[in-house]
């Protein structure tokens, strides 16, 4: 019986551990991500610089006007969104809301909230994690598609999925 009860303690345990992790990353389509700045002199032009920066990155609408796309750049399935959150780390999410799953409906930053913000379904997104909160977004656990941001020695900056 006391075996029992630790194997039982130990099985809720997991459960809970488990759910309070729970979320869905990847709602929207896979699509590939590949934004490069060549130097520092590009990134300090067309890059984030300290919160609450941030710029959208839409190669089929030409955005940001004037950066220099080039044949194996990719912005993702709704475009990119590269920001610097409250500690000055620098963020890129898939503007595609994860509840609408469109790539025509894409979340904004919010500037009085300091939040994303969907328009289309009310759901906001914690600028430092992508995590829900609030809305249908959250009421799921649809976090925001976050890529990676690596910082090249040499003053490069490579956005990649």
Known sequence: MKRAKYILTFILSIVGFVGCQYGEYDRIPSAAVRIEFGNAAMWSAYGVAAYPDHKEFIKNENKPRGFTYVANSYTGYGGVLLLCDPVNTV?????????ERSMKVRVKFDDE????RCNECGSTYDISTGSPLSGPAADNRYFLQAYAVYF????????TR
């Open 91 to 99: 963020r890129a999410y898939d503007l595609s809301c994860p509840v």
């Open 152 to 159: 090249n020695p040499m003053g490069g900056v490579l956005i």
């Open 113 to 116: 909230e300091l939040v994303l």
